[in-house]
């Protein structure tokens, strides 16, 4: 394997492989085959292919991230799993059953098994905690009795049992999405769909929004769908992940295979986000792309899987017989897997720097040189 | 001011209340559902209906722009029609009551839309249907806005009563012409005009009071 090639040409990416759709019938939750959504074109505006021949499922009992940028067609896909839309083509089959094909009062009684949460909670102001909880059960036509209940339940599983009678108004953002969970949990739904929950919240609330997702997750078995353009969200909770991107499934599969080895530019810029590869702006005003002569050269080793980046450093020292410096290195643990990049400066000149390179390849260690420097 | 012309004044007093109140009540029922109606059917909304929203906007815009005294005169026909007869308080209702529910239907129409969009989205992926999203939703959060627009037709009401004389309608307007200006009786006018200030005051500040304790959106406690 060329490792300078691989990283510099990421942008030929080989075709996904078909999905075992026969396979997926009872164990997939979420099924999307061939989904394909156009907005017509209206007055001056062209139409828009938001997105185009989807075709994955989503594991039952799963928490699974739908990565993507703005634009790239994550809320279409929401929209399209809780029957708000319609595909242009395609069908989209939730717990076996056709909810794209489902019109009226078939589509609510459907979307009554579909809970979602927001980004911006969408609370109704004018209910209390205990109150805005009730609001699917209200409508599910629950009686009055029933709804305290599981009012109750509710508000202690998501922690918040003592501001049943408190107004959104006086609640923190945290508070506000523990609601929101509530919420959307009332009506026993199979599926949670989680639109951006979390990127309104400071990231330690966050990070206690997404341990109580997690918790749901693994008490009740409720399918949750984590649609995000957070790395950081994906890989603290999913499993499994999609990248989307113009409207297509770039890549998709387990999240320690797909940030260990990523293959689409997109998915590696996510990586990037997590990881830091940028390069130290003291370091990188200092680099010159040709040898310096007595100088040292400057390589970036990129750390994927379970091999920790410590042994690196170490081995190459002991191999060139010359210690290695260690400049920069960042090194994050995603689905058990170690992701990250060490940059270091190669003391001895050309023939170490060759060495140190030829090294690396042979153990399939991917590395990329940036320069040299004095 | 004589005991006779204090008489007088109450009388009035209690014959604008009573068209007020009846034909705020009526155009309620009737501005309130096409005011949620109208912030509601256009192309693709809740009850996506754009001709009938159309149409039913141009009747509102051509209700609200013909002069108050034109229609009171213009639709004396259809006055008779209701009432039985074309004079007095209990007919002056009816043209209060045209006028008003157009005017009460655009305040309402304009306080369900300011209802955040995300909310309807929110009630519609639990499955609620449409009718529950105007009750449940749409009116609750709305509430603050729509007592405020309650008070506001009130207030305009209590003006357009005053010009209901012209068709012996009666109520303090209606003396204050007579006896103030007609029959050069500046203290009549005076009073008339202190009750009128006095009732606007009550209404308005009932109807703030009532909006703030519906308005959940501020921190009180």
């Known amino acids: 394997m060329n490792v300078h090639q691989s990283l510099t040409t990421a942008q030929a990416v080989a075709p996904l492989p078909p999905i075992p759709l026969a396979s997926g019938a009872s164990d997939a939750m979420i099924r999307f085959e061939a989904v394909s959504k156009v907005y017509p074109a209206y007055r001056d505006k062209p139409s828009v292919h938001a997105l185009q021949a989807i075709d994955f499922a989503i594991p039952r009992g799963s928490i699974t991230g739908v990565i993507g940028r703005s634009g790239a067609g994550k809320s279409s896909l929401v929209r399209l799993i809780n029957g708000l839309e319609k595909p242009s083509s395609g069908r989209v089959v939730i717990d076996n059953s056709e909810i794209s094909a489902l019109a009226g009062r078939e589509l609510r009684l459907a979307q009554r098994s579909i809970g979602m949460i927001f980004q911006h909670f969408n609370l109704l102001s004018s209910r209390t905690a205990a109150d805005n909880i009730a609001l699917p059960l209200e409508i599910a036509g629950w009686s009055r009795a029933d709804i305290a209940v599981r009012v109750a339940e509710l508000l202690e599983l998501v922690g918040i049992a003592d501001k049943y009678d408190r107004y959104p108004s006086e609640l923190s953002g945290g508070q506000k999405q523990r609601i929101g969970i509530a919420r959307a949990l009332a009506t026993r739904p199979n599926v949670l769909l989680s639109d951006e929950a979390t990127s309104a919240l400071d990231p330690q609330t966050t990070r206690a929004i997404l341990d109580l997702l997690a918790n749901i997750n693994r008490e009740l078995g409720v399918t949750i769908v984590l649609i995000t353009h957070e790395m950081s969200v994906v890989r603290q909770l999913a499993k499994e992940v999609a990248v989307i991107d113009g409207g297509q499934v770039v890549e998709r599969g387990h999240v320690a295979e797909i940030f260990t080895h990523p293959r689409h530019p997109v998915t590696q810029a996510f990586l990037s986000e997590v990881i830091g590869d940028s390069v130290p702006v003291s370091l990188a005003s200092r680099l010159s792309p040709q040898p310096v002569a007595g100088g040292q050269a400057v390589l970036r080793v990129q750390v994927r899987g379970t091999e920790a980046g410590d042994t690196v450093v170490a081995r190459l020292s002991r191999e060139l017989s010359h210690d290695v410096a260690l400049l920069s290195a960042r090194i994050d643990e995603i689905g058990g897997q170690h992701v990250g990049s060490l940059i270091l400066s190669i003391p001895g000149g050309e023939a170490a720097a060759r060495q140190a390179l030829a090294y690396l390849s042979q153990h399939d260690i991917l590395v990329e040189r940036l320069g040299h420097v004095a | ?221």
């Open chain 2, 1 to 221: 001011m004589s005991r006779e012309l204090i008489n007088l004044i109450v009388q009035a007093t209690g014959e604008s209340l009573f068209m007020v109140s009846v034909a705020a009540l009526v155009a309620t029922a009737l501005g309130l559902p096409l005011g949620v109606f109208l912030a509601t059917s256009r192309k693709g909304e809740l009850f996506a209906a754009p001709s009938a929203n159309g149409l039913l906007g141009v009747i509102v815009n051509a209700a609200r722009s013909t002069p108050f005294i034109i229609l009171v005169v213009a639709i004396i026909p259809f006055t008779r029609l209701i009432a039985g007869t074309s004079i007095g308080s209990g007919a002056a209702i009816v043209p209060l009551t045209i006028a008003a529910t157009p005017f009460i239907a655009r305040l309402v129409e304009a306080a369900i839309r300011e209802v955040d969009a995300g909310l309807i989205e929110t009630a519609s992926s639990f499955g609620a249907s449409p009718l529950q999203i105007v009750f449940k939703v749409l009116i609750p959060e709305a509430l603050p806005g729509l007592v405020l627009a309650l008070t506001l037709a009130v207030v305009s009401l209590l003006g357009y009563s005053a010009m209901v004389g012209a068709v012996g309608g009666g109520g303090l307007g209606d003396l204050g012409i007579r006896y103030g200006y007609q029959r050069f009786m500046p203290e009549m006018m005076l009073a008339v005009v202190v009750v009128l200030i006095a009732l606007v005051q009550t209404v308005q500040t009932a109807g703030d009071y009532l909006a703030r304790r519906v308005n959940r959106r501020l921190r009180h406690r």
